[in-house]
């Protein structure tokens, strides 16, 4: 029921910095753990990065760990990933994703509402 709407991808060089938003509505906004997963062409669906509600707790793939920093604003319901030092193997659409409980889950499966995705790519 909830709606998420990332933005904020686009094509940057290797080694540039992006910003991506999340924006979330309707009845998860402001209570649950967000995330981004990111999907590349031919590959599976994989985790980057999740952020719990009330303490903030941060968890990172280790592929993104010490690059990419996840935040969120929990008066306007918007999640962000910040991606630094990109490289080619970032290239994918970044989903936004929202659990609708407390968790630390590095699984889609646990997670309840999708956005459509922002294209990320990252050029050498």
């Known amino acids: 029921q909830a709606q998420l709407v990332e933005s904020g991808g686009g094509l940057v060089q290797t080694g540039d910095s992006l910003r991506l938003s999340c924006a979330a509505s309707?009845?998860?906004?402001?209570?649950?753990?967000m995330a981004w997963f990111r999907q590349a062409p031919g590959k599976e669906r994989e985790f980057v990065a999740a952020i719990t509600p009330l303490d903030s707790t941060e968890l990172y793939a280790d592929s993104v760990k010490g690059r990419f920093t996840i935040s969120r604003d929990n008066v306007q319901s918007t999640v962000f990933l910040e991606m630094n030092s990109l490289k080619s193997e970032d290239t994918a659409t970044y989903y936004c994703?929202?659990?609708?409980?407390?968790?630390?889950?590095?699984?889609?499966?646990?997670?309840?509402?999708w956005g459509q995705g922002t294209q990320v790519t990252v050029s050498s």
């Open positions: 994703a929202v659990a609708r409980r407390y968790t630390m889950s590095r699984w889609g499966q646990d997670y309840d509402d």
């Open positions: 309707g009845p998860t906004r402001g209570a649950y753990t």
